[in-house]
């Protein structure tokens, strides 16, 4: 089923306006002005091009934020040299907006809670997993080195408009079923290459009741579709999300009525279980039931990453951990997202009650996602994680096997020693 009208999808309806044009189409090159751009440590390497191609000063300073988030303190020389260059760039240029050590966090939960990204905005970020900010609104994609160099010196950047899939879901989510649950439903039927360089846009009555958090998962996660960027239409969710934070004016856009989109898929979550995202691949998705009667021991579980580790998501956590302790010769590493949420964690008691059960409480960064800062896998090891990717070597040795998870499913697997169902526990 697709739809076969002349209206705009909400992503050809923000290029548009970021390109000063009435109307783009899929295929379609557009000059569009940028409203905000990202960097993080891999930002580092924009700086080279950047003076190379000419430039002396970025477009506008009030428009760039750049955040050191994955190795958080340097865990390496070559991670400090990337932080030196930052901390460099950012003096040379005045930039006001630098998250530096001490006042960081995951460079897309940083753009998210301190209200950097608005409906309507063309967001850009030397990060794969900028999709995140489309649950606001926007068209958030990741950009490499080279173009973000040209968007500091321009403001602009060049993009192909997007054909869009839209992911229209229905239902009401079972307890114990959270977002993270339905966006790996979705991905099991999109896989990681079905929505490559298309927007997906994710609509219907079941989304309409998400909050903001929630909302960011599920934008986060499309990026293992291969899309380039994911959205949710701005409504009164977003915009009190917004009230207090928003550091610039926003454009609130909705697709037409009548928009055409490539492909239209219907969820139905009425009756779905949690899922879980078994090695070797996001995609290979099974329901949690199924794979907890098969008893797979754990040696590390991993509750964190831009995908799960707001406040909300420790706090879900937290109600299954209580009363519990973590299983003998399993590593539990919580890591918050912001240094905000820290503060919470720490205010709320959580960071008392996941050390006492024996849990190792992290500063916040990107920790043990991508095994480059800390919890790196051994061979043949096993992980349970509410991270967003799972292919060999994510964590470090390339046969370790990964399983993402919703939080609650994560600890319940922390406590159990295995892959676990957290409806089971007392």
């Known amino acids: 089923m697709t739809g076969n009208g002349h209206g705009l999808t909400l992503a050809e309806k923000i290029l548009a306006r970021a390109s000063g044009l009435e ?26 091009p950047f003076h190379q191609m000419g430039a002396t000063k970025v477009w506008d300073p009030e428009r760039v934020v750049i955040a050191i988030d994955h190795w958080v303190p340097a865990s390496t020389e070559g991670a400090a040299i990337l932080h030196r260059i930052l901390r460099q760039f950012a003096a040379e240029q005045h930039l006001p907006h630098f998250y530096d050590v001490g006042r960081h966090g995951i460079c897309h939960q940083i753009l998210a809670e301190d209200g950097w990204v608005v409906p309507g905005d063309l967001a850009v970020g030397t990060d794969s997993h900028t999709n995140m900010l489309g649950a606001m609104g926007a068209v958030a994609a990741g950009i490499g080195p080279t173009e973000m160099a040209a968007v500091l010196a321009l403001g602009r950047l060049w993009l192909k408009v997007p054909p869009t899939v839209q992911v ?23 896989k990681t290459t079905g929505a490559t360089y298309k927007s997906v ?43 207090l934070i928003a550091k610039h004016p926003d454009h609130p856009l909705q697709a037409d009525a009548d928009a055409h989109y490539e492909r239209v898929i219907e969820v139905d979550v009425d009756g779905m279980p949690p899922m879980v995202a078994c090695p070797f691949s996001p995609d290979n998705v099974r329901p949690l039931p199924e794979v907890a009667r098969e008893h797979i021991r754990v040696d590390q579980v991993f509750l964190g990453s831009c995908t799960n580790a707001r ?27 912001s240094t905000k949420i820290y503060q919470q964690a720490l205010e709320e008691g959580l960071i008392q009650l996941y050390t006492e059960a024996g849990a190792v409480f992290t500063n916040s960064s990107c920790s043990a996602c991508f095994g480059g800062n800390m919890g790196i896998l051994a061979p043949d090891e096993v992980c349970a ?42």
């Open 23 to 48: 109307r783009v189409v899929p295929g379609q090159i557009i000059d569009g002005q940028v409203d905000l751009a990202m960097m993080h440590e891999q930002g580092a390497q924009t700086v080279g």
């Open 385 to 426: 994680s509410s991270s967003n990717r799972n292919f060999p070597g994510r964590m470090g040795a390339k046969n370790a096997r990964i399983y993402l998870l919703s939080p609650a499913a994560t600890v319940a697997s922390a406590i159990r020693g295995e892959v676990a169902d957290h409806r089971e526990l007392n």
């Open 168 to 190: 229209r879901v229905r239902g009401t989510l079972g307890k114990g079923v959270t977002a993270k649950d339905l966006v790996l439903r979705v991905l099991g039927e999109i």
């Open 201 to 243: 846009e994710f609509s219907g009555p079941t989304i309409e009741r998400l909050s903001m958090p929630e909302r960011f998962t599920i934008c986060n996660m499309t990026s293992e579709m291969g899309a380039k960027c994911g959205l949710i239409a701005p409504d009164a969710t977003t915009k009190e999300y917004l009230r």
């Open 311 to 337: 406040i909300e998501d420790l706090r879900e956590g937290a109600e299954v951990l209580r009363g519990h302790k973590v299983a003998s010769g399993v590593r539990f590493i919580v890591s918050p997202a």
